[in-house]
Protein backbone atom coordinates (compact mmCIF):
# COMPACT_ATOMS: atom_id res chain seq x y z
CA UNK A 1 0.00 0.00 0.00
CA UNK A 2 1.10 3.46 -0.99
CA UNK A 3 2.48 5.98 1.82
CA UNK A 4 -0.31 8.07 2.54
CA UNK A 5 0.33 12.03 2.70
CA UNK A 6 -0.84 14.92 4.85
CA UNK A 7 -1.77 17.73 3.94
CA UNK A 8 -1.52 20.15 6.90
CA UNK A 9 -4.75 23.22 6.66
CA UNK A 10 -2.93 26.13 8.11
CA UNK A 11 -6.11 28.49 8.16
CA UNK A 12 -6.33 28.67 11.63
CA UNK A 13 -2.88 30.17 12.74
CA UNK A 14 -4.42 33.38 10.36
CA UNK A 15 -7.75 33.29 12.68
CA UNK A 16 -5.54 33.70 15.84
CA UNK A 17 -3.75 36.62 14.28
CA UNK A 18 -6.80 37.97 12.86
CA UNK A 19 -8.65 38.05 16.64
CA UNK A 20 -5.80 40.99 17.47
CA UNK A 21 -5.31 42.69 13.87
CA UNK A 22 -1.14 41.86 14.99
CA UNK A 23 1.18 40.34 12.63
CA UNK A 24 1.62 37.56 14.41
CA UNK A 25 1.12 34.05 14.48
CA UNK A 26 2.34 34.01 10.99
CA UNK A 27 0.83 31.26 8.82
CA UNK A 28 3.58 30.94 6.37
CA UNK A 29 6.41 30.27 9.56
CA UNK A 30 3.83 27.99 10.54
CA UNK A 31 3.45 26.48 6.69
CA UNK A 32 7.63 26.36 6.94
CA UNK A 33 7.48 24.56 10.09
CA UNK A 34 4.76 22.38 9.10
CA UNK A 35 6.78 20.78 6.16
CA UNK A 36 9.80 20.70 8.24
CA UNK A 37 7.65 18.62 10.54
CA UNK A 38 6.63 16.25 8.06
CA UNK A 39 4.04 17.50 6.17
CA UNK A 40 3.36 16.83 2.37
CA UNK A 41 1.67 19.92 1.74
CA UNK A 42 0.23 23.03 2.41
CA UNK A 43 -3.36 23.64 2.55
CA UNK A 44 -5.11 27.11 2.76
CA UNK A 45 -8.65 28.24 2.41
CA UNK A 46 -9.05 31.62 0.67
CA UNK A 47 -12.48 32.82 1.86
CA UNK A 48 -14.71 35.57 0.51
CA UNK A 49 -15.19 37.14 3.55
CA UNK A 50 -11.27 36.66 4.34
CA UNK A 51 -11.93 35.89 8.01
CA UNK A 52 -8.64 33.94 8.40
CA UNK A 53 -6.06 33.51 5.51
CA UNK A 54 -5.97 36.99 3.24
CA UNK A 55 -4.59 37.76 0.06
CA UNK A 56 -0.94 38.69 1.07
CA UNK A 57 -0.70 35.24 2.98
CA UNK A 58 -2.05 33.30 -0.52
CA UNK A 59 1.16 35.30 -2.16
CA UNK A 60 3.55 34.56 0.53
CA UNK A 61 2.50 30.42 0.72
CA UNK A 62 2.81 30.21 -2.73
CA UNK A 63 6.15 31.87 -3.04
CA UNK A 64 7.31 29.28 -0.19
CA UNK A 65 5.55 25.95 -1.55
CA UNK A 66 7.54 26.69 -5.20
CA UNK A 67 10.60 27.50 -3.12
CA UNK A 68 10.73 24.14 -1.40
CA UNK A 69 9.28 22.54 -3.40
CA UNK A 70 6.02 21.45 -1.75
CA UNK A 71 2.30 21.41 -3.34
CA UNK A 72 -0.04 24.34 -2.32
CA UNK A 73 -3.78 23.49 -2.15
CA UNK A 74 -5.74 26.29 -2.36
CA UNK A 75 -9.30 25.71 -1.41
CA UNK A 76 -11.43 27.95 -3.04
CA UNK A 77 -15.05 28.86 -3.58
CA UNK A 78 -16.76 28.39 -6.96
CA UNK A 79 -16.83 32.24 -7.93
CA UNK A 80 -15.24 34.38 -10.56
CA UNK A 81 -13.31 35.92 -8.03
CA UNK A 82 -11.52 32.71 -6.81
CA UNK A 83 -11.22 31.90 -10.47
CA UNK A 84 -9.11 34.83 -10.96
CA UNK A 85 -7.05 34.30 -7.78
CA UNK A 86 -6.19 30.60 -8.82
CA UNK A 87 -5.22 31.71 -12.19
CA UNK A 88 -3.02 34.16 -10.98
CA UNK A 89 -1.04 31.74 -8.15
CA UNK A 90 -1.71 28.34 -10.36
CA UNK A 91 -1.31 26.37 -6.83
CA UNK A 92 -0.26 22.75 -7.62
CA UNK A 93 -3.54 21.85 -6.85
CA UNK A 94 -7.33 23.75 -5.99
CA UNK A 95 -10.15 21.75 -3.97
CA UNK A 96 -13.66 23.40 -4.62
CA UNK A 97 -15.59 23.45 -1.86
CA UNK A 98 -19.41 25.26 -0.47
CA UNK A 99 -19.05 28.53 1.31
CA UNK A 100 -21.34 30.09 3.38
CA UNK A 101 -20.91 33.21 5.30
CA UNK A 102 -22.82 32.21 7.90
CA UNK A 103 -21.17 28.75 8.76
CA UNK A 104 -18.74 28.47 11.02
CA UNK A 105 -16.76 26.24 8.86
CA UNK A 106 -17.24 24.39 6.27
CA UNK A 107 -20.50 22.67 6.87
CA UNK A 108 -20.71 19.44 4.24
CA UNK A 109 -19.88 18.88 1.20
CA UNK A 110 -19.83 21.11 -2.29
CA UNK A 111 -23.33 19.37 -4.42
CA UNK A 112 -21.80 19.24 -7.47
CA UNK A 113 -24.38 17.40 -8.90
CA UNK A 114 -26.55 20.28 -8.35
CA UNK A 115 -24.00 22.69 -9.74
CA UNK A 116 -22.73 20.66 -12.77
CA UNK A 117 -23.23 23.84 -14.68
CA UNK A 118 -21.56 25.95 -12.62
CA UNK A 119 -18.71 23.74 -11.68
CA UNK A 120 -17.45 22.14 -15.30
CA UNK A 121 -16.47 25.43 -17.27
CA UNK A 122 -14.29 26.33 -14.15
CA UNK A 123 -12.84 22.92 -13.60
CA UNK A 124 -12.04 23.33 -17.60
CA UNK A 125 -10.28 26.66 -17.03
CA UNK A 126 -8.34 25.79 -13.67
CA UNK A 127 -7.00 22.01 -15.49
CA UNK A 128 -5.92 23.67 -18.98
CA UNK A 129 -3.91 26.05 -16.31
CA UNK A 130 -2.24 23.16 -15.33
CA UNK A 131 -3.47 23.17 -11.53
CA UNK A 132 -4.86 19.45 -10.46
CA UNK A 133 -8.70 20.12 -9.23
CA UNK A 134 -10.40 18.51 -6.38
CA UNK A 135 -14.24 18.60 -5.69
CA UNK A 136 -14.93 18.25 -1.50
CA UNK A 137 -17.75 15.88 -1.45
CA UNK A 138 -20.21 13.81 1.07
CA UNK A 139 -19.70 10.52 0.54
CA UNK A 140 -21.91 9.75 -1.69
CA UNK A 141 -21.80 7.70 -5.33
CA UNK A 142 -23.78 10.31 -7.16
CA UNK A 143 -21.33 12.98 -5.77
CA UNK A 144 -18.88 10.88 -6.94
CA UNK A 145 -19.72 10.29 -10.06
CA UNK A 146 -20.80 13.76 -10.61
CA UNK A 147 -17.10 14.70 -9.64
CA UNK A 148 -16.26 13.12 -12.53
CA UNK A 149 -18.49 14.36 -14.53
CA UNK A 150 -17.24 17.76 -14.22
CA UNK A 151 -13.77 17.23 -14.76
CA UNK A 152 -12.00 16.81 -11.76
CA UNK A 153 -9.08 14.63 -11.20
CA UNK A 154 -9.82 14.15 -7.55
CA UNK A 155 -12.24 13.82 -5.15
CA UNK A 156 -11.51 14.99 -1.24
CA UNK A 157 -14.47 12.96 1.26
CA UNK A 158 -15.82 14.92 3.84
CA UNK A 159 -15.00 12.99 6.84
CA UNK A 160 -16.52 15.83 9.55
CA UNK A 161 -19.82 13.46 10.08
CA UNK A 162 -17.92 10.34 10.97
CA UNK A 163 -15.17 12.02 13.24
CA UNK A 164 -17.97 13.82 15.14
CA UNK A 165 -20.12 10.55 15.71
CA UNK A 166 -17.10 8.81 16.91
CA UNK A 167 -16.41 11.84 19.37
CA UNK A 168 -19.76 11.57 20.67
CA UNK A 169 -20.25 7.75 20.54
CA UNK A 170 -22.95 8.02 18.00
CA UNK A 171 -23.94 4.38 17.31
CA UNK A 172 -23.86 5.48 13.14
CA UNK A 173 -20.23 5.75 13.13
CA UNK A 174 -19.54 2.23 12.09
CA UNK A 175 -22.26 2.94 9.07
CA UNK A 176 -20.52 6.63 8.22
CA UNK A 177 -17.19 4.93 8.41
CA UNK A 178 -18.65 2.28 5.33
CA UNK A 179 -20.36 5.24 3.26
CA UNK A 180 -16.68 6.83 3.15
CA UNK A 181 -15.04 3.41 2.11
CA UNK A 182 -17.47 2.59 -0.39
CA UNK A 183 -17.20 6.04 -2.09
CA UNK A 184 -13.21 5.60 -2.07
CA UNK A 185 -13.92 2.40 -3.78
CA UNK A 186 -16.30 4.03 -6.50
CA UNK A 187 -13.73 6.57 -6.96
CA UNK A 188 -11.08 4.95 -7.76
CA UNK A 189 -12.85 2.96 -10.19
CA UNK A 190 -13.42 5.97 -11.96
CA UNK A 191 -10.20 6.57 -11.76
CA UNK A 192 -10.22 9.79 -9.46
CA UNK A 193 -7.25 10.06 -6.59
CA UNK A 194 -8.98 10.05 -3.55
CA UNK A 195 -8.58 12.39 -0.49
CA UNK A 196 -9.79 12.84 2.76
CA UNK A 197 -10.35 15.35 5.21
CA UNK A 198 -12.50 17.89 7.82
CA UNK A 199 -12.65 16.60 11.94
CA UNK A 200 -10.26 14.67 11.58
CA UNK A 201 -7.95 14.22 15.22
CA UNK A 202 -5.84 11.28 16.69
CA UNK A 203 -8.60 8.84 17.42
CA UNK A 204 -10.44 9.12 13.94
CA UNK A 205 -7.33 9.20 11.73
CA UNK A 206 -5.92 5.61 12.12
CA UNK A 207 -9.61 4.01 10.62
CA UNK A 208 -9.62 6.72 7.84
CA UNK A 209 -6.30 6.16 7.05
CA UNK A 210 -6.72 2.73 6.33
CA UNK A 211 -9.21 3.23 4.00
CA UNK A 212 -6.73 1.78 0.88
CA UNK A 213 -7.95 4.01 -1.93
CA UNK A 214 -6.65 7.19 0.10
CA UNK A 215 -3.77 8.90 -0.86
CA UNK A 216 -3.72 12.30 0.82
CA UNK A 217 -5.71 13.48 4.14
CA UNK A 218 -5.90 17.48 4.45
CA UNK A 219 -6.03 17.85 8.81
CA UNK A 220 -5.94 21.79 10.10
CA UNK A 221 -8.09 22.88 12.91
CA UNK A 222 -7.19 19.88 15.59
CA UNK A 223 -3.54 20.38 14.84
CA UNK A 224 -3.72 23.95 15.38
CA UNK A 225 -5.11 23.33 18.61
CA UNK A 226 -2.94 20.64 19.53
CA UNK A 227 -0.44 22.77 18.63
CA UNK A 228 -0.58 24.96 22.17
CA UNK A 229 -0.40 22.37 24.13
CA UNK A 230 2.66 20.19 22.11
CA UNK A 231 4.06 22.29 19.38
CA UNK A 232 3.17 22.37 15.82
CA UNK A 233 6.00 19.96 14.63
CA UNK A 234 5.24 16.96 17.74
CA UNK A 235 1.37 16.97 17.08
CA UNK A 236 2.31 16.89 12.79
CA UNK A 237 5.16 13.85 14.00
CA UNK A 238 2.41 12.25 16.00
CA UNK A 239 -0.13 12.61 13.06
CA UNK A 240 2.09 11.53 10.78
CA UNK A 241 2.98 8.20 12.83
CA UNK A 242 -0.59 7.19 13.07
CA UNK A 243 -1.31 7.50 9.83
CA UNK A 244 1.99 5.55 8.97
CA UNK A 245 0.57 2.62 11.50
CA UNK A 246 -2.96 2.34 9.83
CA UNK A 247 -1.02 1.41 6.08
CA UNK A 248 1.17 -0.79 7.76
CA UNK A 249 -1.39 -2.41 9.53
CA UNK A 250 -3.88 -2.29 6.56
CA UNK A 251 -1.17 -4.09 4.49
CA UNK A 252 0.05 -6.63 6.82
Given at each position: ????????????????????????P????????????????????????????????????????R??????????????????????????????????????????????????????????????????????????????????????????????????????????????????????????????????????D???????????????????????????????????????????????????
Amino acid sequence: MSKLRLGVNIDHVATVRNARGEGYPDPVRAAEMALAAGADGITAHLREDRRHISDADIDALAATCRKRGRPLNFEMAVTAEMEAIALAHLPHAACLVPERREEVTTEGGLDVARGHNAIAPLVAKLVDAGIRVSCFIDADLAQVAAAKSVGAQVIELHTGAYCQAVRERLPQAAALLQNLKAAASEAHRLGLEVHAGHGIDYETVKPVAAIPELMELNIGHFLIGEAIFIGLGPAIQRMRALMDEARATRAA
